[in-house]
């Protein structure tokens, strides 16, 4: 899978709480939940991810609460992809349970800025800012995490590994 589009750059210790404020952990509705993604962070966010749907942070990006509400509402915002310098491990997890990519690689977040036109390749572990012309190499997903990506997460995916067994 190649994900090409323009980079949104935000800074260290993203937590869950600006993600998505905890006013709204009330609704389980992906459109609302999108509708407030980051705004006590960036209120012009909602504008910048109509063309741009890369998110490059820092590091201990998603720390906090451990809510699922955080990378749903990233990705129901329409975001494709989170590179960080460094992820708290429960919402990396929750993350990819959702079928959200996120890459830890340290160099490629520094190196990244806000607007790059980036092309990042799933599967061969490539990272490329079209902008600059640098390359990063990461390690590719295994084969099952890449399959639960591609199925839009573990409910979709274990409901498709469901319906081949019928």
């Not at 949104?8 to 869950?16: A, E, F, L, M, S």
């Not at 890459?103 to 061969?124: F, R, S, T, V």
């Not at 591609?150 to 469901?162: D, I, L, M, P, S």
């Given at each position: 899978?190649?994900?090409?589009?323009?980079?949104?750059?935000?800074?260290?210790?993203?937590?869950?709480?600006?993600?998505?404020?905890?006013?709204?952990?009330?609704?389980?509705?992906?459109?609302?939940?999108?509708?407030?993604?980051?705004?006590?962070?960036?209120?012009?966010?909602?504008?910048?991810?109509?063309?741009?749907?890369?998110?490059?942070?820092?590091?201990?990006?998603?720390?906090?609460?451990?809510?699922?509400?955080?990378?749903?509402?990233?990705?129901?915002?329409g975001?494709?992809?989170?590179?960080?310098?460094?992820?708290?491990?429960?919402?990396?997890?929750?993350?990819?349970?959702?079928?959200?990519?996120?890459?830890?690689?340290?160099?490629?977040?520094?190196?990244?800025?806000?607007?790059?036109?980036?092309?990042?390749?799933?599967?061969?572990?490539?990272?490329?800012?079209?902008?600059?012309?640098?390359?990063?190499?990461?390690n590719?997903f295994?084969?099952?995490?890449?399959?639960?990506?591609?199925?839009?997460?573990?409910?979709?995916?274990?409901?498709?590994?469901?319906?081949?067994e019928?």
């Open positions: 899978m190649v994900i090409k589009d323009k980079s949104i750059k935000y800074g260290n210790n993203v937590d869950t709480d600006v993600i998505i404020p905890a006013r709204y952990l009330n609704t389980s509705s992906e459109s609302e939940l999108a509708a407030h993604c980051f705004e006590d962070l960036d209120k012009d966010f909602q504008q910048k991810s109509i063309n741009r749907k890369i998110i490059i942070a820092g590091e201990n990006f998603g720390c906090g609460s451990s809510r699922e509400h955080a990378p749903i509402s990233i990705k129901s915002s975001i494709k992809l989170i590179i960080a310098e460094s992820f708290a491990r429960i919402f990396f997890r929750n993350a990819i349970n959702i079928g959200l990519p996120v890459i830890a690689h340290p160099e490629a977040a520094k190196n990244i800025k806000d607007g790059d036109d980036l092309e990042i390749d799933l599967d061969n572990g490539v990272i490329k800012d079209i902008t600059t012309g640098k390359e990063f190499k990461t590719p295994p084969e099952f995490i890449q399959k639960l990506i591609k199925n839009g997460g573990y409910v979709n995916f274990v409901k498709a590994e469901t319906s081949k019928s």
